[in-house]
């Protein structure tokens, strides 16, 4: 079963505007961190946000914020004030336990492409 | 600068051999992490290390291999047994392995079989 869910394989958004991009997630874990990465065309993969599971406030970075709604297990990446600068590919992860609590491990979503216009 | 390397970006490689991936890192970071990242999808899980001299298989470990003799060094080769090796690889670290770890990420290496 699919662990990290994104709905939008691409999205457009004017320059200045805000932008949301989704994503949901499963587990039945009560530890878990949730994460936004970008890569740009170079293919770096670059930290964006996280949120951990026990976090009471949502998550935020600059011009990143994370809209964690945990009863509906969804972790929506916002951007404001967008910039030409942003377009790139957006992966969301979540970070779970396994091996009985020896290790952890990072699923990532398909990703969703925004392009930022003027 | 702290960072994590890979080498070769660019790697060509003729059906039949064997290719290694170099992933150097300098964070003192304890774990680090082998990606395949295929066109239009997100990132899989390879292998895995927590410490020196221990490694798990991720979600699709078949036709790779992986040694971690240093903590600095991850290196990942690509066997003949790999049905479709051709991906862009990513090797990632964190501090210690736990869910609240944030991965950091070196620039990838694209492996093209011809």
């Known amino acids: 079963a699919q662990k990290i869910t994104q709905t939008q394989p691409g999205m457009f958004v004017q320059e200045k505007e805000a932008v949301t991009l989704d994503c949901t997630y499963d587990t039945s874990d009560p530890s878990y961190g949730l994460f936004w990465y970008k890569q740009p065309s170079s293919g770096e993969m670059i930290f964006l946000i996280y949120q951990g599971s026990y976090d009471q406030q949502n998550a935020t970075e600059g011009r990143y914020s994370l809209n964690f709604q945990k009863a509906r297990k969804s972790a929506n990446l916002v951007i404001s004030a967008s910039q030409l600068g942003d377009s790139a590919m957006y992966f969301c992860?979540?970070?779970?336990?396994?091996?009985?609590?020896?290790?952890?491990?990072?699923?990532f979503g398909t990703g969703t492409r925004l392009q930022v216009t003027l | 600068d702290g960072g994590i390397t890979q080498s070769p970006k660019y790697l060509f490689r003729k059906e039949g051999q064997n290719v290694t991936l170099s992933c150097e890192q300098n964070?003192?970071?304890?774990?680090m992490y082998w990606y395949r990242q295929d066109p239009g999808q997100g990132l899989r899980l390879i292998y895995y290390?927590?410490?020196?001299?221990?490694?798990q298989k991720g979600d699709i470990a078949e036709g790779y291999s992986v040694s971690r003799e240093k903590k600095e060094s991850f290196p990942l080769t690509v066997t003949s047994a790999q049905k479709n090796p051709t991906a862009f690889y990513l090797c990632?670290?964190?501090?210690?392995?736990?869910?609240?770890?944030?991965?950091?990420f070196g620039a990838g290496s694209r492996l093209t079989v011809l």
């Open positions: 964070l003192n970071h304890d774990a």
């Open positions: 290390s927590q410490i020196v001299n221990d490694f």
């Open positions: 990632a670290s964190s501090i210690s392995g736990t869910a609240f770890d944030v991965l950091t």
């Open positions: 992860a979540m970070r779970e336990i396994i091996n009985t609590g020896t290790a952890s491990k990072l699923t």
